[in-house]
């Protein structure tokens, strides 16, 4: 089953790509994997994307797509596979058609504004060793120290309520869109997200299969 999940940051489609590919068995395509990856291993499009990013620009669309289309054709995933983070506009959705790509579902994970707002400004990360943290869902046992390894939390500029909100209307204005594109085409399944992970993964497991 090739699949597309959709829904703005931190919706917890990261979460949900986890669940589903631990159930098919399909690997899990997040875009910023997926560039790093590219860039490490040294492929033509990973050496591409490298020089924009290291001329702090934003890596174009054509040589995103060139990238997906790299990777698809690996053998993980003969079977199916999962898009976390792409398409992000119309034109990449339908450069993913040109090449031929089938989608069989694309699930968007609906949650409002506001808790999203609430979710990413609680969250604090570990730089040191990655944990993560959260100031009313997940505290640590000692404010501010990260539990696993005694190093200090911050919270990621992606994480400031500014940075948040701008997100947000990023996505509204650029990758919502999509919704639309994907009902037309009746391969559209909406989730609503809930407040504990397993009753969203619950309501996500039953969209593969309607």
Do not use: W
């Not at 400004?121 to 993560?132: H, M, P, Y």
Request: charged letters at 30%.
């Amino acid at each position: 089953m090739n699949l597309i999940l959709l829904g703005a940051p931190g919706a917890g489609k990261g979460t949900q790509a986890e669940k589903i590919c631990e159930k098919l068995g399909i690997p899990a395509i997040s875009t910023g994997n997926m560039l790093r990856e590219a860039m490490a291993n040294g492929t033509e499009m990973g050496l591409k994307a490298k020089s924009f990013i290291d001329a702090g620009k934003l890596v174009p669309d054509e040589v995103v797509i060139g990238i997906i289309r790299e990777r698809l054709q690996a053998d993980d995933c003969k079977n199916g596979f999962i898009l976390d983070g792409f398409p992000r506009t119309i034109p990449q959705a339908e450069a993913l058609d040109q090449m031929g790509v089938r989608i069989d579902r694309v699930i968007d994970i609906e949650v409002p504004d506001e808790k999203i707002a609430a979710r990413l400004s609680g969250r604090r990360v570990c730089l040191k060793c990655g944990a993560t943290y959260h100031t009313e869902y997940k505290q640590p046992k000692t404010e501010g120290v990260c539990d696993v390894c005694g190093d200090k939390l911050v919270q990621r500029k992606d994480d400031m309520p500014e940075t948040v909100l701008d997100r947000l209307k990023t996505y509204h204005e650029q990758t919502e869109p999509l919704k639309d594109y994907y009902a037309k085409k009746g391969n559209l399944r909406v989730v609503e997200g809930q407040e504990a992970v397993a009753d969203t993964t619950a309501l996500t497991m039953k969209a593969l299969e309607d």
